[in-house]
DNA sequence: CGAGCAATGGACCGTATAGTCCATGCGGAT
DNA sequence: ATCCGCATGGACTATACGGTCCATTGCTCG
């Protein structure tokens, strides 16, 4: 599983490489910004700096550059996760992290939502491989948050008997919920409310 | 606060709003599959056997077909949800209420998310107006669980002092993250876990 | 029953956009 | 040093799509 896949097995510079991270990195700001319909190749190339043929040298179409774009994006949003949940193991420690996102978001009140939950909900009923992607996405930062649990489950603040993944899903369906209700709403609450209510029923499960 | 709103103040013969009504229907049902923006005006008329001239007399561009599909969509969603909670008073008939929703989208393994879910969604960052119809859609459907809420209160199977309006959102937000987690995986189990959980922590409120 | 406006058909237009092509530059391997 | 193939520039094309226009039909009201 390379990071960087051209169209074939052609080899790739260094300087290539580069352009083709330019033009990803600009396809995926514009695409979280205007959706990834409303984002032309144009607008890519002009924001990228880069020339069509450049872009199609190493993107057989849109469509694989769609799919480039989901793998960025998650990377990103992965690494940014992993570094938030990766030593929390407390209910405390999920509300800063649920701050911290929710803070993240209530600059923009709200819009464009999930940089995820966005590109899965405009892309996965189009491309079977990028909808693919965005659930292996979705079920590795679920992951996180059953590592979370399982931690709080060790240190004995959540029965052992508590279905863990269970859990997780329901934290991230809040999480997502609530990102599309803050999207609407160009009110970040919702997404307090929901992610609070997640986290509260988790709580309750608490010993004691 | 008239159901049909032409461009300007036309009047309105029972032929031109038949032609209208048909219009809005075949771009709904075509704009719910394809998503709006994969949506072309040609194939609105191509499905509803209707000629541009009827399109662009009834509506002033695409943007407006858009926002009568909004209401559409949000009518008929609306009657679906008043039908199937105005007479709900316990969990149970909550969790019917969860099943009848889940079946509906596991008919088509989740593709295609929730009718106004995925509307707000796409519409949401590009015009202002369909993003406010669907804000108050949303509101109107959470007031819908609200009350419901309410009757579980005044019977005793919620403590008085529960904010209702914050677990309505709770669940809202668990229905809409359900459904963007089903779309993606292609499967409904998270929908049916994610509303699940959120039954759950209304039914651990229950006083004794 | 006639005037006038809603309703319709459908050709037509301008442009935005995905995609093609070919000539040229550059860089690394031998 | 040279050669091959990656990399690049950018003009060009085809067409899909939103939107315009005008002639014609037919309904409704006075």
């Known amino acids: 599983m390379t990071t960087a896949n051209s169209p074939n097995g052609r080899r790739l510079t260094a300087r290539g490489a580069k352009?083709?991270?330019?033009?990803?990195?600009s396809a995926a700001d514009l695409m979280?910004?205007?959706?990834v319909s409303a984002t032309t190749l144009d607008e890519v190339?002009?924001?990228s700096g880069a020339s069509k043929s450049?872009?199609?040298h190493h993107f057989n179409g849109k469509e694989e550059l769609v799919r480039a774009?989901?793998?960025?994006?998650?990377?990103?949003?992965m690494e940014r996760e992993r570094d938030a949940l990766g030593n929390v193991s407390t209910i405390r420690g999920l509300r800063r992290w649920r701050d911290a996102l929710v803070q993240n978001n209530a600059v923009r009140h709200g819009a464009y939502g999930c940089a995820l939950g966005s590109l899965a909900s405009e892309v996965s009923d189009h491309d079977d491989l990028a909808r693919e992607a965005l659930a292996?996405?979705?079920a590795e930062w679920q992951g996180l948050l059953a590592d979370v649990l399982r931690r709080l489950q060790d240190t004995g603040r959540l029965p052992s008997d508590a279905s863990i993944e269970q859990l997780a899903t329901?934290?991230?369906?809040?999480?997502?919920g609530g990102y599309v209700l803050a999207q609407t709403a160009r009110d970040v609450a919702p997404m307090v409310t929901s992610i609070d209510m997640a986290l509260a029923h988790i709580e309750s499960l608490s010993p004691r």
């Open 136 to 138: 292996q996405l979705f």
């Open 69 to 77: 774009v989901v793998e960025l994006v998650g990377q990103r949003v």
């Open 170 to 176: 329901g934290l991230m369906a809040a999480l997502q």
């Open 54 to 56: 450049q872009l199609y």
């Open 32 to 35: 979280f910004i205007q959706g």
């Open 19 to 25: 352009t083709r991270a330019r033009i990803v990195s």
């Open 45 to 47: 190339l002009a924001a």
